[in-house]
């Protein structure tokens, strides 16, 4: 039986996504990316040098930092001034190591790249959407240093899924990950190899058919945005 959900998608659909290059002007490279209401800037910033516990090895190094804006919720979030809280510390250190794992860091020499991610609007998926444009600002800031090599071995996706009303969904927003059973984020690159799988049950257990059913939907929807990613991109 076809599920239909309480925005009128099918269980297979994505929000609507879109991307906007360049958003900024003064970043190496940047996109605004809009998922349903979920919207993120991502901007990646070049220095030329690295941590000091990579200095002289030649290497490179890529890492993230994300925040939700104030205005981003129907609550006002405050500014984290005293620096990141847990649950900000724990997405951008995914968002950085999902990075990584498709990045040649010796390619780079001695530079390190900052990606920022600000979540101007949250409607669900706030850090998978974040995945999806640091990976299209990512790769806009290392095409701009002309190396013999790009250091991207190819491109990055994330989406949720998760288990609502007994049956496996694809991007969910605020209203159904409050509600799932299960939720997940799946990040996996273009080869189709899953990077990180972040899966829990809220008071649920599930099964191994519903697990298989979660990362085929998974699949499906990273390969449609890595299609959507290299159009956008020029590839």
Same mark, same amino acid.
């Given at each position: 039986?076809?599920?239909?959900?309480? #925005?009128?998608?099918?269980? +297979?659909?994505?929000?609507?996504?879109?991307?906007?290059?360049? /958003?900024?002007?003064? @970043?190496?490279?940047?996109?605004?990316?809009?998922?349903?209401?979920?919207? %993120?800037? =991502?901007?990646?910033?070049?220095?030329?040098? *690295?941590?000091?516990?990579?200095?002289? $090895?030649?290497?490179?190094?890529?890492?993230?930092?994300?925040?939700?804006?104030?205005?981003?919720?129907?609550?006002?979030?405050?500014?984290?001034?005293?620096?990141? !809280?847990?649950?900000?510390?724990?997405?951008?250190?995914?968002?950085?190591?999902?990075?990584?794992? %498709? $990045?040649?860091?010796?390619?780079?020499?001695?530079?390190? *790249? $900052?990606?920022? =991610? #600000? %979540?101007?609007?949250?409607?669900?998926?706030?850090? $998978?959407?974040?995945?999806?444009?640091?990976?299209?600002?990512?790769?806009?800031?290392?095409?701009?240093?002309?190396?013999?090599?790009?250091?991207?071995? =190819?491109?990055?996706?994330?989406?949720?899924?998760?288990?609502?009303? +007994?049956?496996? %969904?694809?991007?969910? #927003? /605020?209203?159904? #990950?409050? !509600?799932?059973?299960?939720?997940?984020?799946?990040?996996? +690159?273009?080869?189709?190899?899953? *990077?990180?799988?972040?899966? @829990?049950? &809220?008071?649920?257990?599930?099964?191994?058919? &519903?697990?298989?059913?979660?990362?085929?939907?998974?699949?499906?929807?990273?390969?449609?945005?890595?299609?959507?990613?290299?159009?956008?991109?020029?590839?």
């Amino acid at each position: 039986m076809a599920v239909t959900r309480h #925005d009128g998608r099918m269980a +297979d659909r994505l929000r609507p996504l879109e991307f906007e290059l360049g /958003y900024q002007r003064a @970043t190496a490279g940047s996109a605004l990316i809009s998922l349903g209401n979920t919207r %993120v800037l =991502c901007s990646a910033t070049i220095e030329e040098n *690295v941590p000091h516990w990579m200095r002289d $090895t030649g290497r490179g190094w890529v890492t993230a930092e994300y925040s939700m804006l104030p205005g981003s919720s129907g609550e006002r979030i405050r500014r984290e001034r005293r620096g990141a !809280g847990g649950r900000t510390m724990e997405i951008q250190r995914l968002i950085g190591r999902s990075l990584r794992a %498709v $990045t040649k860091l010796d390619l780079l020499g001695e530079r390190s *790249v $900052t990606v920022d =991610c #600000d %979540v101007i609007d949250a409607d669900g998926g706030t850090r $998978t959407a974040s995945i999806i444009g640091a990976t299209m600002a990512l790769h806009q800031a290392l095409t701009t240093l002309d190396l013999p090599q790009h250091p991207m071995e =190819c491109l990055l996706s994330a989406i949720s899924v998760g288990i609502v009303d +007994d049956h496996a %969904v694809l991007d969910l #927003d /605020y209203i159904e #990950d409050s !509600g799932a059973s299960v939720d997940m984020n799946v990040v996996m +690159d273009e080869r189709g190899f899953f *990077v990180e799988l972040q899966g @829990t049950g &809220e008071e649920y257990s599930f099964s191994p058919e &519903e697990l298989q059913a979660m990362l085929d939907l998974a699949a499906t929807g990273n390969a449609i945005i890595i299609n959507m990613q290299r159009e956008a991109l020029g590839l």
